[in-house]
């Protein structure tokens, strides 16, 4: 049997979908044997994250450390560059693996700063949809994609999460020119179980970040237009924190929603779920987001963008899926959702089949296999 692998996972921000990720990861290789640790940054996250970084510590045999790590590009980040260096190289990695923007970065300078001191790594980098949500014509874009190209040179495998990943990949940046794979994301066994709704549900449930990319102000335009095309007062909510949590709640005010969308921190997931049959998803840009999953596994109808790589969990066809940031077409969904009978067992893709595609326990063997072939080791090693 091959020793136990070091790994050690690098990203920005704990919350959401990459958060995800990487504790889904690092439970998985710790019980198949392996070493596992997390770099991020120290001034995100709440009382909610405090409490998941719990539930993970006893998989994290390296530790978690945390530095901070600004969301914009600054000077801060030569000191945080440097602190991190300190940091991973004290823990001796195997594999340094990369998750968004500046996870990506992290990992692959740091790693790369090894190698030249002939310290054997892998440099695995996810973009998690990250660098990839700028236009190549945007003032951003014209930086930070260049950028991703100069940093493949010091990448061993870029691991892409579903297929619309990749394809913006190379239509942004271009074909790959270090090695690539396909590694759609995936959700444990225990979410793959129905989560009743409550006696004191509400008609819809928005679960995110409050954030204009993730399109809670759409939630609530097509919301006061479902209310219109059903003709009677319905109920929301919105879960979740995030930077323009503020500009939401006085949008609500503003229009008389106030008293019909009600707002709550964030949460853990089944709980949240506990409280709507359908999941609105009105983002306005995605990679695989983890909530499409998750909703699905939980027997719960989703109303989504036709985004990111969405269509490949809902399928192509999905009745399901609106227009991007149109909130009319979005209405139209949810109208549709709490009028016809049984329309989430008519247009919902079963469970199993999410299961046999989405699964945490393929999506950790694949990328421990990637791992293993990068550092040269053997399946009987």
Known sequence: MAKPLRILHCFRSPIGGIFRHVRDLAEEHSRAGH?????????????????????????????????????????SDVATLWSGYKTIKSLRPDVLHGHG?????????????LQVNRYRVARIYTAHGGSLHFSRFSLPGLFVLPAERLLERFTDALIFICDFERKSYERKIGVPITRSQLIYNGISERDFRPVPSRSDSVNFI?????????????????????????????????????????????????????????????????????????IVVPSRAESMPYIVLEALAAGKAVIATRVGGIPEALGPMSPGLAEPNDADDLARIMAEAITEPRWREKTMPEAKMIQSVFSARVMAADVLKLYNEILGISAEA
């Open 101 to 113: 923007a500046k996870g990506g970065v992290l990992a692959r300078i740091i790693g790369s700063a």
């Open 206 to 278: 928005y679960v995110g970040m409050l954030r204009d990319l993730k399109g809670p102000d759409l939630f609530v335009d097509a919301f006061a237009r479902t209310e219109r095309r059903v003709g009677r007062p319905l109920s929301a909510l919105m879960i979740g924190d995030g930077p323009d949590k503020e500009k939401y709640k006085t949008m609500m005010t503003e229009r008389g929603l106030g008293h019909r969308i009600g707002m709550l921190p964030a949460m853990r997931i089944e709980e949240a779920f506990g409280m709507s049959q359908n």
């Open 35 to 75: 070493e596992v640790g997390i770099l991020c940054d120290s001034t995100t996250g709440g009382e909610h994250e405090d409490g998941l970084f719990e539930d993970i510590r006893p998989f994290l045999s390296l530790g978690l450390t945390r530095i901070p790590i600004a969301r914009s590009i600054g000077l």
